[in-house]
Structures are given as structure tokens and as C-alpha cells.
């Protein structure tokens, strides 16, 4: 139930950082963070433990989803990127690589397991959208943190 809630409460938290509460995101991020952590490793954390190969498959795949959603909930803290400082920034963009990578490595997996499951058409054309997003995204996430570097260069040079 509280996984569901998230997105809310990360609406939420994120709405303090333009109302001028800055200092108040990265507490709330945090125990978000803290939080959905807990609640996926309530749900998988047996099926983890198992003996049985295709549930720890499918903990596996969702371990990893729900760590890639804790991830965004740190962008709570730290705004959008015209209001984030270059510090925010240069956090930002490791921070949405590494979701990107936990996405597909958890979709991968999910795959793996629905494919063991005798399911082979969407699994199939699920891992080939994998295969050609996330490299994709992540070119786009690398011109991006170029992007916001040589902004927040060009403003540290006026200054």
C-alpha cells in the first residue's frame, strides 16, 4: 500500500522546494527514500531467501525497481535543474544513469523470469525495447550533464 502512495508523497516533497522550504526537501527525501526502501525489502525479502529460482528472479527484478524509484525520490531534494545549484546538478545526472541502469537490469531480469514462465512474445519485445532505450537515455542523460556544466561554467565566468 505505502508503494502506491509514493508518487504522492513524492509530489509532495518535491512541491517544498519552489514554496522556498529547501530545507526541508532533503530531510522528507530521505526518510522517502528510507522508507520505500523498507517497504520493497518487507515484499521481496523472503522471496529473496527462497529456495525456489523464479522467486528470487522475480525479487530480484523488483528489488531493483523499486531501488531505481528510490533513486528518483532523491530529485525531491534537489529541485528542477534551472533552480538547482551546479553541485545539485553534477548529482543529478550520475544519480538518473544509474536509474537507468537499474530499470533495465531489472526489466532484464523480469524478462528472464516471464521467459522461464513460458511467456516469450511480450517478454521478447519488452527486453527489445530495453535494449534500445536505456542506451538511448543515457546518451541523452551524458549531453544533458554536458549541457548543465557549460551553463553553470558560463555563470561562475559572468561572475
Given at each position: ?5 509514493s508518487?504522492?508523497l ?49 525479487a530480484?527484478?523488483g528489488?531493483?525497481l ?5 533513486v ?6 534537489i529541485?528542477p ?6 553541485a ?17 537490469g ?13 511467456e ?17 537515455y543515457?546518451?541523452f ?19
Amino acid at each position: 500500500m505505502f508503494l502506491w502512495t509514493s508518487p504522492f508523497l513524492l509530489a509532495i516533497a518535491a512541491s517544498a522546494h519552489p514554496l522556498g522550504m529547501s530545507s526541508l526537501t532533503y530531510p522528507m527525501a530521505a526518510a522517502l527514500v528510507a522508507a520505500i526502501l523498507a517497504a520493497g525489502w518487507t515484499l521481496g525479502g523472503r522471496a529473496h531467501r527462497a529456495d525456489n529460482v523464479e522467486r528470487q528472479k522475480l525479487a530480484l527484478a523488483g528489488g531493483l525497481l523499486v531501488a531505481a524509484w528510490a533513486v528518483i525520490t532523491i530529485f525531491a531534494a534537489i529541485g528542477p535543474p534551472h533552480l538547482a545549484t551546479l553541485a545539485e546538478n553534477k548529482l543529478r545526472y550520475p544519480l538518473i544513469l544509474m536509474d537507468a541502469i537499474a530499470i533495465a537490469g531489472g526489466l532484464l531480469v523480469l524478462r528472464e523470469a516471464l521467459s522461464g514462465a513460458d511467456e516469450c512474445l511480450y517478454s521478447t519485445l519488452g527486453s527489445a525495447a530495453i535494449l534500445l532505450a536505456t542506451p538511448l537515455y543515457i546518451v541523452f542523460c551524458a549531453v544533458q550533464l554536458g549541457v548543465y556544466r557549460a551553463i553553470g561554467r558560463a555563470g561562475a565566468e559572468q561572475q
